[in-house]
């Protein structure tokens, strides 16, 4: 496992509101911990040979240690550039993106269609799920800001949407 995708794992760990997630494979034993009042830790042990474990203090999840956890649906932002009559719909999860269900169906949406609040605009794949990405919003699509089968991060811009 390298550090990008331990970094992936802190991420999606904070974003999901678990306190504490434990992760054992082979020779790497992970801990992860949120909360007010601890800090995120990772453990590496090393293999038997050399039982020497290093411990790799991480940021708080949060900015504010009294600041409320963030929503998991929430997927929608005000874009503040020259495209600020537009909303930018974001990713809510870390995965693959998706822009149809299976290879031989048609696509969930293209630009120019018209959209409602619940339809769904995407699905991304993260470990093994598949997870619809459903609008927030009614408007219309005016760019799909990424490609099919694309990898995507927490909080990447995937749409934006015209709400006139």
């Known amino acids: 496992m390298d550090i990008k995708e331990i970094q992936n794992l802190i991420k999606f760990v904070a974003k999901s509101g678990a306190n504490e997630v434990k992760l054992e494979m ?19 042990q090393v293999p038997a040979a050399a039982q020497v474990p290093q411990m790799i203090p991480m940021p708080h999840a949060t900015a504010e240690p009294n600041a409320p956890a963030p929503e998991a649906g929430k997927a929608v932002s005000t874009e503040s550039t020259e495209d600020s009559k537009y909303i930018t719909i974001k ?3 870390i995965g693959t993106f998706y822009r149809k269900p299976a290879p031989d169906k048609p696509l969930f ?56």
Request: proline fraction near 5%; include cysteine; charge should be negative.
């Open 26 to 44: 082979d020779d790497i034993k992970i801990t992860i911990k949120t909360g007010s009042d601890s800090e995120t830790t990772i453990v590496h």
């Open 91 to 93: 990713s809510p999860i």
């Open 109 to 164: 949406v293209e630009v120019g269609q018209t959209i409602g609040e619940g339809d769904v605009l995407c699905i991304i794949e993260a470990m093994k799920l598949f997870n619809e990405i459903e609008s927030e919003v009614s408007g219309k699509i005016v760019k799909i800001l990424v490609d099919d089968a694309s990898p995507v991060e927490f909080d990447q811009p995937l749409f934006l949407v015209d709400p006139s």
